[in-house]
């Protein structure tokens, strides 16, 4: 992959930040395969990340356009944060112009639309009830566009190097799901790779926090983690590149920062429903072949049948040959 | 010159021959096998699993054959009960027949039994559960085989210690014995014929268990009637058979007509049986099961066949008069109802969950050596003890050579 | 030695008094009052985890049935000598319809198992729980022929064999604590707890969703007579593995037909006493007979 990036010209990304903490950057800054340098110098050409660039006003948006003009119809966006559309979109504004309209427009031109971060690809936490902004993620104000979301707060960055680079140097999206997000990251819930899923599975649960059984990492469901219901690789992938740098890896209930209808929504500690998957073929039935007849049993008592009837037809045949030679029966008195 | 069987004879003959040997072989072979049982557990010799839990030694050896060594309860009704006294020679083959088969069957079932050092508390009334139909069977048959069974066969063994070879003590306390017997004997009949008649129609209510699991073609509230009443068909055939077959191997005349006036009966009774059955069936609506052709009708059928088909045979006199005739008829007969009785247990039996059954090899062995050790004592018995009926003329001429015996001693 | 008949009456008549009063203590002495506890299952909520599997073997302190896993893991096949609860799967041949059922003791209000112990080694006591005693056991396997449900299972490899069965951890019960499968099930799929509540919350969760649940009942609620472990399903009860027994209890069947006969015993002493009547005559006359004939042929006199 490294000779096929090297081959062409650098592909370019511009990042647009709208209502986020900035997480996702962070969390980019934190990679090391490649690392943060070897991204922007060697392989792909960040061309404009309000974070990250040294420009500021007019240089910045004069970039923007620049970067926009120069590359139509082949960079890759990437959108941080969620964008507001209460009140004509005014909780948002940035050079003047709404989030909406900015959004709107950069799109316009991009080969890729990407919403990295749960605000991006359905709002976040700014859409946290009662959500006075009104804030939706990018997929709700380009609606025409196929928006490929990486929802996560903060989004795991490989996901997202995986995806952009992929991009690059193939041209290929990832296989997407039904939401807009790349199966080999979100194809499965947290509950199906937990590395604490054995103590589930032996009802082995921790009760509160601090005794002993989550002293002992047993399983968090009791705790209300929302695992089960959360699509996300957090439990193959962790954070910071550090083992177990993760929420449940930390003792703490996973919150389901991926889905919509449980972040920000579902109360942290309180138990969910687990869906019920169809079962896989290795339960034991309901009935089941058990026993087994012996071959030479049968033979054993198939002979010993054959010589009880032997044995009777020879007095048979005996007893024909012992005709009476008497014999008239008595005559009662 | 009409054969008429009126007192008992041993057979002349030494006891061990090539057939005692080889019987003593298989006994022996079957006895190893038990001794192992107990040191190795049941799975180590038997096929039996969780849903098959009774196999050869319970539904065989007990169940099954126990009807055939149900002669001396039937010949005991006949005789004492039916007032028929002309059965009476034919009473001592009957009641060994009886002890030998309960016995080997007591013996089967203890080594069936998964913890036998618990057979003690059968005598600790504290612990019955007497709506256990296993406990009235296990009680009845052994008290039966223990009191019952041993007071009927003593006496051949008595006039065997009072004869006058003995020494005089041994003489003393057998004729005292025998004078016991002797008034005694109602009492003892009477419980021969009360234990019998509960603990085999008891084998029958064992199936009630089953419930649904046994096939509705057997499974019936008149199960212990049906059961006690085959029992009664298959003692007297059973008995007929052996006398036939003793009677020809060892050259003794058959009084062919007692035989055949038992064969009477038996045909009779088995017709009553088998209207009791298609009754039962009609009114429980299950005849329609009998004619589906799947495998639980044709064992019906089979068994049907070999119980009323004989049956009808024996209607004919000139049939029930000839050994000949009368043996493999009798024989077909006797297997047809061990199939009726074993049925339920085994082979109409559905635990319902995909469970198999077939004996192993030692579980055969083991049965078929418990068999042998009953013919085995049959050989012994009917060649030391006055047990096969014999002419007057035999007994006579026996009697007479035991005196030039004596007097050439 | 002429026993009076009249006597012989009054001795077998004591008997049967002095057997009767000894049964009677016996069986007040085995009922308990206590209140029935039960189980409530209801394979709607059930998502196979078999965390209640693994409870109940170590609660129990069983051996791991590592089935057909080749000794890695846990994964029993079926009830068995060393496994007293079970998780099964029923699916359909087309796979459109599926359960999970948990398998164990049903704990039936009128258990065969019980009726067929020929020394009362199983039986139904405190809180209804039907449970095993080894001292008395034969290891003769009636329970096994008698249980509908296919519950006792027996260990067949044994010197010294148990009967297996969930006994509703009657130890964690003494410590005031729940079954170890109801203690750990993570969806409360299976449920503790007095049967009659139990009854009640299963009868409310079916009128709150009628057409959900299969037939809109409860199976142990008066099948077979009654069980204190419920259940509850949206597919068929048979598919599951549970049978159709109707409302009689198999004991009942049994009893019926043992209790009619033999009238606790006073039927097979009134038939002992018209047989001893009866052969007495015969008897009697036969011996006559006998000697005379003895006497006549110069032989020894055979009984």
């Given at each position: ?333 | 010159?009409?054969?008429?069987w009126r007192r008992m004879l041993e ?58 060594g149900?002669g001396g309860y039937a010949l005991a009704l006949l005789t004492y009960v039916?007032n028929q006294g002309k059965y009476h020679s034919l009473m001592r083959t009957a009641l060994l027949t009886s002890i030998l088969?309960y016995t ?36 009845c048959?052994t008290a039966y085989v223990m009191i019952a069974l041993d007071f009927e066969n003593l006496a051949p063994l008595l006039e065997h210690f009072e004869a006058e070879n003995m020494p005089p003590l041994v003489r003393d306390v057998a004729g005292y014995a025998k004078r016991f017997v002797k008034a005694a004997y109602p009492y003892g009949v009477a419980l021969a014929l009360a234990l019998p ?42 008995v ?137 004592g049959y050989?012994f018995t009917v060649?030391r003890f006055a047990i096969l009926p014999a002419?007057?003329?035999?007994s006579?001429?026996?009697s ?10 | 030695m002429n026993v009076d008949r009249?006597t012989l009456?009054?001795i077998v ?259 002992y006493t018209a047989l001893v009547a009866v052969t007495h005559r015969i008897w009697s006359k036969h011996l006559k007979h006998s000697e005379k004939e003895a006497e006549?042929l110069?032989l020894e006199e055979q009984l």
């Amino acid at each position: 992959m490294a000779a096929a990036v090297k081959k062409g010209p650098r592909p370019s990304v511009i990042w647009l930040h709208y209502q986020e903490c900035t997480g996702c950057t962070e969390s980019l800054l934190r990679t090391s395969h490649p690392g943060l340098a070897e991204l922007i110098l060697d392989l792909i050409s960040l061309d404009y990340h309000e974070t990250l660039m040294a420009a500021a006003g007019h240089q910045a948006e004069a970039a923007l356009q620049n970067a926009v003009k120069q590359n139509a119809g082949k960079f890759i966006l990437v959108v941080e944060g969620s964008i507001p559309l209460a009140n004509h979109g005014n909780y948002m504004r940035i050079g003047g112009r709404t989030g909406v309209d900015a959004v709107t427009e950069v799109a316009k031109s991009a080969a890729v639309t990407i919403a990295i971060g749960s605000c991006a690809s359905w709002g976040g936490i700014p859409s946290a009830d009662p959500n006075p902004t009104g804030a939706v993620g990018v997929q709700e104000v380009l609606k025409g566009t196929k928006v490929i979301k990486l929802p996560g707060c903060p989004a795991n960055p490989y996901i997202l190097l995986g995806v952009a680079l992929q991009f690059a140097t193939m041209g290929k999206l990832p296989e997407l799901d039904a939401e807009g997000r790349p199966l080999f990251a979100y194809g499965r819930t947290i509950h199906e790779h937990c590395p604490r899923r054995a103590h589930f599975d032996a009802g082995r649960f921790a009760l509160q926090f601090g005794d002993d059984g989550h002293r002992q990492g047993y399983c968090l469901y009791k705790l209300g983690c929302k695992g089960p219901a959360t699509h996300a690789s957090c439990s193959v992938n962790q954070f910071c590149e550090v083992p177990d740098a993760w929420p449940i890896g930390l003792g703490a209930p996973c919150f389901g920062c991926t889905e919509q209808k449980l972040a920000f929504r579902a109360p942290m500690y309180q138990t969910i429903d687990i869906a019920r998957p169809q079962p896989p073929a290795s339960y034991p039935g309901i009935t089941a072949e058990r026993g087994s007849i012996s071959p030479l049993a049968t033979g054993l008592a198939g002979l010993a049948g054959g010589a009880i009837l032997g044995a009777s037809a020879k007095v048979a045949s005996m007893l024909k040959k012992q005709k009476p030679a008497d014999d008239e029966p008595e005559v009662k008195p | 010159m009409r054969v008429h069987w009126r007192r008992m004879l041993e057979v002349a003959g030494p006891v061990v021959t090539r057939p005692f040997l080889f019987v003593s072989a298989l006994a022996a072979v079957g006895i190893l096998l038990s001794v192992f049982r107990e040191f190795a557990g049941l799975h180590a010799v038997t096929a039996l699993n969780d849903g098959y839990s009774w196999g050869l030694f319970k539904n065989f050896n007990v169940t099954t054959l126990t009807a055939l060594g149900s002669g001396g309860y039937a010949l005991a009704l006949l005789t004492y009960v039916c007032n028929q006294g002309k059965y009476h020679s034919l009473m001592r083959t009957a009641l060994l027949t009886s002890i030998l088969t309960y016995t080997a069957g007591m013996i089967a079932l203890s080594v069936d039994i998964g913890r036998p050092w618990n057979l003690f508390f059968m005598a600790d009334p504290w612990v019955w559960n007497p709506h256990s139909i296993l406990w009235e069977v296990a009680f009845c048959m052994t008290a039966y085989v223990m009191i019952a069974l041993d007071f009927e066969n003593l006496a051949p063994l008595l006039e065997h210690f009072e004869a006058e070879n003995m020494p005089p003590l041994v003489r003393d306390v057998a004729g005292y014995a025998k004078r016991f017997v002797k008034a005694a004997y109602p009492y003892g009949v009477a419980l021969a014929l009360a234990l019998p008649t509960m603990h085999q129609s008891s084998l029958g209510s064992l199936m009630l268990l089953g419930g649904t699991r046994v096939h509705p073609l057997w499974q019936t509230h008149l199960l212990p009637l049906l059961y006690v009443v085959m029992a009664f068909v298959m003692g007297i055939a059973f008995v007929e058979l052996v006398l036939m077959a003793s009677c020809t191997v060892w050259r003794r005349p058959i009084d062919r007509f007692m035989l055949a006036s038992l064969s009477n009966i038996v045909s009779w009774v088995t017709a009553a049986w088998l209207m009791i059955r298609f009754g039962d069936l009609a009114y429980r609506g299950q005849l329609g099961a009998a004619f589906q052709l799947d495998f639980y009708s044709l064992v019906f059928l089979a068994e049907t066949v070999m119980i009323a088909v004989p049956a009808l045979m024996l209607r004919a006199r000139g049939w029930r008069e000839d050994p000949a005739k009368a043996f493999p008829t009798l024989g077909i007969l006797t297997l047809g109802g061990m199939l009726y009785r074993y049925t339920p247990t085994t082979i109409a039996f559905r635990p319902g969950t995909g469970y198999h059954y077939f004996p192993s090899v030692p579980e055969l062995l083991i049965s078929i050596g418990f068999i042998a050790l009953a013919v085995m004592g049959y050989l012994f018995t009917v060649k030391r003890f006055a047990i096969l009926p014999a002419t007057l003329e035999m007994s006579v001429l026996a009697s007479t050579k035991q005196i030039k015996k004596g007097q050439a001693a | 030695m002429n026993v009076d008949r009249r006597t012989l009456f009054k001795i077998v008549a004591a008997g049967c008094a002095g057997v009767a009063g000894v049964r009677k203590a016996h069986a007040a002495a085995m009922q308990s009052n206590t209140e029935q506890l039960g189980l409530l299952y209801d394979a709607t909520r059930c998502i196979g985890c078999k965390a209640c599997v693994t409870a109940c073997s170590d609660a129990n302190g069983l051996t791991p049935d590592t089935g057909s896993s080749n000794g890695l893991y846990q994964a029993p096949e079926s009830l068995n000598a060393h496994t007293k609860n079970i998780i099964k799967l029923y699916r359909s041949e087309d796979g459109s319809e599926w359960s999970y059922m948990k398998q164990q003791c049903m704990h039936c209000e009128d258990p065969a198992c019980v009726i067929a112990c020929p020394l009362s080694a199983l039986t139904k006591g405190d809180f209804g729980i039907v449970s095993w005693n080894g001292t008395t056991c034969l290891g003769c396997r009636c329970c096994q022929i008698a249980c509908p449900y296919n519950v006792p299972k027996f260990e067949w490899s044994s010197v010294n064999p148990k009967v297996v069965k969930c006994e509703l951890c009657r130890q964690r019960l003494a410590l005031g604590q729940e079954p170890a499968c109801t203690a750990v099930c993570p969806k409360r799929a299976v449920i503790f707890g007095k049967r009659e509540d139990l009854l009640t919350d299963a009868h409310k969760r079916i009128a709150a969703t009628p057409g959900k649940y299969y037939q809109d009942r409860v199976y142990g609620e008066k099948d077979g007579g009654g069980t204190q472990s419920l259940y509850l399903s949206h597919v068929a009860f048979s598919k599951l593995g549970l049978p159709d027994l109707g409302d009689k209890s198999v004991a009942s069947g049994v009893r019926e037909v043992s209790d009619n006969i033999y009238q606790h015993g006073i039927t097979p002493v009134a038939v002992y006493t018209a047989l001893v009547a009866v052969t007495h005559r015969i008897w009697s006359k036969h011996l006559k007979h006998s000697e005379k004939e003895a006497e006549e042929l110069g032989l020894e006199e055979q009984l």
